[in-house]
């Protein structure tokens, strides 16, 4: 095609402008182009962060899902603090964590699980680098060791700080901490940390830290809330099965406490002594599940019975203990021996060997003859015992003697002795535990021996059944259901 020469002149004419408009064309042609690849860079980075936020959320969910199974299932706490750690490390894609808890004296943070992976998060002595440098090999595992085994102070170090401040930090790069700015601590990992308190129900637990490298990514603040959101929820599932645990173990004990009380029952008598001449009902109530109080009815041939009352100092397992330990001598020693003081001071020694200073026994000893109506009593620290006669007068039968367990044997011998006295037809006698006398109300008034004697006298003429069964009325009565802190044990003595 031949182009004209008005054609051509007038291209020659334009040709800059057309040059101008094609250079335009092209500079927003590759502006476009820029323009696209960012913005599809851009879509791409978001959709990637996007990605990262749904696997985090992801994994996320799968760690409070591991919580809440872990609680449905009465994991163990060693197999709770793992799974715990173990999850925070995956959830922040970490390269290990570990837990601190909070001592029993509260005065420092142990380790309670070390990820396999788990960086150190406590400086060492100088003299360990020292030591390392000389030997790696064999300070490898003393390292380890001292790092398993470690108490870090709550107010001292990275732990302390967090622990202390009660609020999660994220520490970019450990060692150049203000904890490691003392000469005598040296810190040299090259790492960066999360860590956050563990409170639960405003009780303080303990600590949480999880790390990277420091070559690796940054956590970034999204992870951060992630930490701290799954650190508070650690701490709810740890303090909802510590108490699990500790409801598991109360009841386990009190289950292991209602046998003991049932071994106990078989040491008590299961039904009142037929001795000729006398109706003896005898009761104990526990303060607790365990009893220290102690009554027993021994036949000792030749028409004499032993009544037996004491009470042990304390309460619970210990004084429970301390009550079958002396029952067992007790019957052993009156048994063999003729004279009764002669077997309560050999019981007393027995018991002396093996009590604890703060503890002893109060005990009366009741030998009966119902040939006669005499009575021996052998009086060990016991209380006074009211002795109704037929006439509606009170007598306080209380002779001289030591509690067994305070004297190795020479004073008890000194001062203890044998009573004699009788009983005649329609008297009554009572024995008790100070579980009676000291017996509160609400209002902290005790019982009282008057009120006591006045309960016994007003029903004595009735008999021993009567006698026990007016007294715990009465007791009834007076505390109002206010709970007892000491057992009570009462016997009545009825000479028909």
Not at 178 to 193: G, K, T, V, W
Not at 388 to 414: C, H, M, N, Q
Not at 435 to 464: H, I, P
């Amino acid at each position: 095609m031949i182009l004209s020469q008005t054609t051509i002149n007038i291209l020659h004419e334009f040709s800059p402008y057309i040059l101008v408009f094609a250079l335009v064309c092209f500079v927003s042609l590759v502006v476009i182009l820029v323009l696209w690849m960012r913005a599809n860079k851009c879509l791409k980075d978001t959709e990637n962060e996007r990605d990262l936020i749904a696997g985090e959320e992801h994994r996320m969910f799968e760690f409070l899902h591991m919580l809440g199974s872990a609680l449905e299932e009465d994991h163990s706490e060693n197999k709770l603090h793992r799974e715990i750690v173990d999850g925070l490390v995956t959830v922040t894609d970490a390269l290990g964590g570990a837990i601190y808890l909070l001592s029993s004296n509260k005065r420092f943070l142990q380790p309670a699980y070390l990820s396999e992976h788990c960086p150190q998060f406590i400086g060492l002595p100088v003299e360990f680098i020292s030591r390392q440098k000389e030997d790696p090999e064999a300070m490898r595992g003393a390292i380890r060791s001292a790092i398993r085994l470690s108490k870090v102070p709550v107010d001292e170090g990275v732990l302390g700080s967090v622990f202390s401040n009660g609020i999660a930090q994220f520490i970019p790069e450990m060692k150049s901490h203000l904890a490691f700015r003392d000469s005598f601590i040296h810190y040299d990992q090259e790492i960066s940390a999360m860590m956050a308190p563990l409170v639960y129900a405003g009780e303080d637990i303990g600590v949480i830290a999880i790390a990277r490298e420091k070559d690796a990514r940054a956590f970034t603040p999204n992870e951060f809330e992630l930490f701290q959101s799954a650190s508070e929820q650690s701490a709810f599932a740890l303090g909802n099965a510590k108490i699990h645990h500790q409801a598991n173990e109360k009841k386990s004990i009190e289950n292991e406490l209602r046998i003991a009380r049932e071994v106990q029952s078989i040491l008590l008598p299961n039904k009142d002594p037929d001795v000729p001449g006398y109706r003896i009902i005898g009761t104990n109530k526990p303060a607790r599940i365990i009893s220290g109080d102690y009554f027993d009815y021994i036949p000792l041939g030749n028409g004499k019975t032993a009544i037996v009352i004491a009470d042990v100092t304390g309460k619970g397992v210990a004084a429970g203990l301390l009550m079958a330990m002396c029952r067992s001598a007790l019957r052993a020693e009156i048994r063999r021996e003729e004279d009764p003081l002669v077997a309560l001071s050999n019981v007393n020694k027995q018991v002396f060997a093996d009590i604890r200073e703060d503890m002893f026994i109060s005990l009366a000893v009741y030998i009966i003859n119902d040939r006669d109506g005499k009575i021996q009593l052998i009086c060990a620290g016991h209380d006074t015992a009211p002795l109704y006669r037929k006439d509606g007068s009170i007598e306080w039968i209380k002779p001289p003697g030591l509690a067994l367990g305070l004297d190795d044997g020479d004073v008890f011998t000194r001062v203890t002795k044998v009573h004699d006295f009788e009983l005649h037809s329609g008297d009554c006698l009572l024995l008790y535990t100070d579980g009676v006398t000291e017996a509160l109300n609400k209002a902290q008034d005790e019982y009282g021996d008057e009120r006591m004697a006045s309960s016994f006298k007003a029903s004595a003429k009735q008999g021993a059944a009567e006698v026990i069964r007016a007294l715990q009325k009465d007791l009834d009565t007076f505390v109002g259901g206010y709970r007892q802190m000491d057992d009570i044990t009462t016997i009545a003595i009825e000479k028909r």
